[in-house]
């Protein structure tokens, strides 16, 4: 079984910065694609980045300049660094994985349990 398990939500203020992490446990051969997505109260949930293997990235432009996401092939494990927050960055943050090889099987999808960041203005 694989589980996600993320840290670094809190408060902040505006123009402060966190540091998200996930990382992935279990017997775990490889994860194709790693990303984190955002819920905001009252709102879809919407992707703020992606990571391939490899190391391809891609932001949602609201994140663009100010968060930058990396893993760790070695340690399972992805980062959301986050700059120069807005209060509009409120949210509760969900790590992802996709196709994730295991030695019980392939997972095509795999969610964490959230965490909140909540930017004060």
């Known amino acids: 079984q694989v589980q996600l398990v993320e840290s670094g939500g809190g408060l902040v203020q505006a123009g402060g910065s966190l540091r998200l992490s996930c990382a992935a446990s279990?017997?775990?051969?490889?994860?194709?694609?790693m990303g984190w997505y955002r819920q905001a109260q009252g709102k879809e949930r919407e992707l703020v980045a992606g990571?391939?293997?490899?190391?391809?990235?891609n932001y949602v432009d609201s994140a663009k300049g100010r968060f930058t996401i990396s893993r760790d092939n070695a340690k399972n494990t992805v980062y959301l660094q986050m700059n120069s927050l807005k209060p509009e960055d409120t949210a509760v943050y969900y790590c992802?994985?996709?196709?994730?090889?295991?030695?019980?099987?392939?997972?095509?999808?795999?969610w964490g349990q959230g965490t909140l960041v909540t930017v004060s203005p």
């Open positions: 992802n994985a996709g196709t994730v090889r295991t030695g019980a099987g392939r997972y095509p999808e795999v």
């Open positions: 279990g017997i775990i051969f490889s994860i194709d694609t």
């Open positions: 990571i391939t293997r490899s190391g391809t990235t």
